[in-house]
């Protein structure tokens, strides 16, 4: 960068994290930085790493179930889906529809609640305040819900091997009611708030572009894949629990750039909050939980894998079982891993007040990275 | 689109490596392809590079241990966007000192999978840019993930203990 030769410039080293507020828990950098602009960024992960693949294969499948919750505690809905599909598959029990609608509407739910973090921490780490508070707002009234029907706020517990824990009490009829009635206008003042915001724009736009194919040789899933325009959504293309029937049509937008990855959350909201009211309208009648399915269940020999569009992407568990009651291998393949590993070329030469807007809008989360 | 079915890309992968592929099994819940440990990347390639697979996403890298059969299986699963098909390929390494050949350089998702498994399992790969420790901290010995590592008599830095 630098035009005039006499000027003698010397790079120095930054260590960014793992306590830093927008490293988004425990995230570590070494910077390399000549003057304002970031020539290597070397990142270290593991702070967080509770080998959950060791644990589960020492816990029974019942035992791991709660502990499933807490891979990735701010879309836990969709690690326990996945935990008891994987067992489903292999034991061959068909779930009934209701708790096939449940699970698809706690986890749109879920979906709206970490992605009403999102907007709220993103626009706190560019400096704004208010977004985190509408976000958080909301992601209360996903929280209510949520609660009233599993007992819990984050890590729900709320999936079982063949349905679910519990199944609606009555005051909930009223509450998603309201909820569905109010959310569309609350997103659109999220919009109203940011979208058109000079300063958001000018950090965001143009910040971070990342092209189709460099995304998906990084195996980048999700909203960030999709905003880079890959019009893939496993909702979409390998339904599973009832989004075969409800139908989904992808968010996909095509620039890639920071500003087109909160876009295409922002966006997900709105389809997500059309999922929860077709799942309300549709839900059918019946038991929630299949009749006779052992809570201590000795799983038949195989390998499975299954895969769940959570909200951070493509979701995987690796299951193989050797016919006892505990998991012979748990391979997690969870989409923040991947996503987060391109940071070394995403940060190659941005300036350094580009950093905090290029890794918060990859909405990775750190307990999903390190397991 | 439900993409090619099973037998057809294993099928052209036999064909084109022949010896190095070592077993094809259709009858697991997986279907999977197992070829010689050295012979990864080359069927990395080609179900990257050639246009009728298209496998351009690596969904992960990992492994199984056996102690029993003294072997360490790696599993890489596979995955094309335009044709929507799935694909695994499996090879087996020695449990002690396995080596198999890095994909790094065609996926760049590799790079921290292979490290990973190289953590966790102690596999190395040859070939790769950067194959360090990646979950566990700096200093630490053994690997998690081995049936053998006993999680409840482990000490993480036993000379930074104090003395009994």
């Given amino acids: 960068m630098a035009t005039d030769t006499a000027i003698h410039t010397e790079e120095f080293q930054v260590n960014m ?10 995230f570590r950098m070494v910077l390399t930085l000549d003057g304002e602009r970031v020539v290597e960024c070397e990142p270290h992960i593991g702070f967080l790493h509770r080998s959950m693949e060791k644990m589960a294969e020492n816990r029974l499948y019942i035992q791991f179930l709660p502990m499933a919750d807490r891979i990735d505690y701010l879309s836990s809905m969709f690690c326990s889906v996945a935990h008891c599909e994987a067992v489903e598959q292999l034991m061959e029990i068909e779930v009934p529809p209701r708790a096939k609608y449940l699970r698809t509407m706690f986890m749109e739910l879920n979906r709206i609640a970490s992605h009403c973090i999102f907007f709220g921490i993103f626009a706190l780490d560019l400096g704004a305040v208010t ?7 909301e992601r209360e009234l996903t929280m209510d819900l949520l609660e009233m029907t599993s007992g819990q706020r984050l890590t729900f517990n709320y999936v079982r091997f063949g349905g679910v824990a519990a199944d609606l009490p009555e005051s909930f009829f009223p509450a998603v009611e309201k909820f569905v ?14 979208n058109e915001n000079e300063i958001f724009l000018a950090r965001t736009k143009g910040v971070g572009v990342v092209a189709a194919p460099r995304a998906v040789n990084y195996g ?22 009832a989004y075969g029937e409800l139908g989904y049509k992808p968010v996909v937008l095509s620039r890639g750039d920071c500003y087109e990855r909160y876009l295409a959350r922002l966006l997900e909201m709105r389809a997500s909050h059309a999922l929860i009211k077709k799942c309300v309208e549709g839900l059918p009648e019946g038991p929630t939980q299949k009749e006779k399915v052992s809570k201590f269940p000795k799983v038949p020999a195989g390998e499975v894998y299954v895969r769940v569009e959570s909200p951070r992407g493509d979701y995987g568990l690796h299951l193989v079982s050797d016919g006892t009651d505990k998991p012979y291998r748990y391979k997690l393949r969870t989409p923040s891993f991947n996503n987060l590993s391109m940071i070394r070329e995403l940060l190659r030469g941005v300036y350094l007040a580009d950093i905090v807007p290029i890794f918060g809008s990859l909405d990775v989360i750190l307990p999903d990275v390190d397991r | ?20 592929v070592v077993e094809t099994n259709e ?27 298209a496998f351009d996403y690596l969904m992960y890298v990992t492994a199984v241990d056996f102690p029993a059969e003294d072997k360490i299986t790696l599993v890489y699963h596979y995955f094309s966007y335009k044709y929507e098909h799935m694909f695994m390929v499996k090879a087996d390494v020695a449990r002690r000192g396995g080596v198999a050949r890095s994909v790094a350089h065609l996926y760049a998702a590799a790079e921290w999978l292979e490290r990973e ?41 036993p000379d930074k203990m104090p003395a009994k």
Avoid at chain 1, 131 to 137: A, E, I, M
């Fill in chain 1, 181 to 194: 009635k109010v959310f569309p206008a609350r997103v659109t003042d999220y919009e109203r708030i940011l």
């Fill in chain 2, 117 to 157: 498994v190289y953590d966790l399992f102690g596999v190395t790969f040859d070939g790769h840019p950067n194959l360090t420790r990646i979950l566990t901290p700096e200093g630490f010995r053994g690997h998690p993930l081995l049936k053998d590592f006993k999680s409840d008599d482990y000490v993480p830095f």
């Fill in chain 1, 131 to 137: 977004p985190f508070l509408y976000g958080f707002r």
């Fill in chain 1, 17 to 26: 994290g793992p306590q830093h507020p927008s490293t988004h828990g425990v």
């Fill in chain 2, 1 to 20: 689109m439900a993409g090619l079915p099973f037998e057809h890309i294993a099928g052209v992968i036999k064909d084109r490596f022949g010896g190095a």
């Fill in chain 2, 27 to 53: 009858g697991n819940r997986i279907p999977f392809v197992r070829v010689q440990a050295d012979a990864v990347a080359r069927v990395a390639r080609f179900l990257r590079d050639e246009p009728s697979l």
């Fill in chain 1, 220 to 241: 980048w899933t999700g909203p960030n894949l999709r905003a880079s325009g890959v019009d893939f959504d496993l909702r979409q293309n390998m339904p599973y629990e």
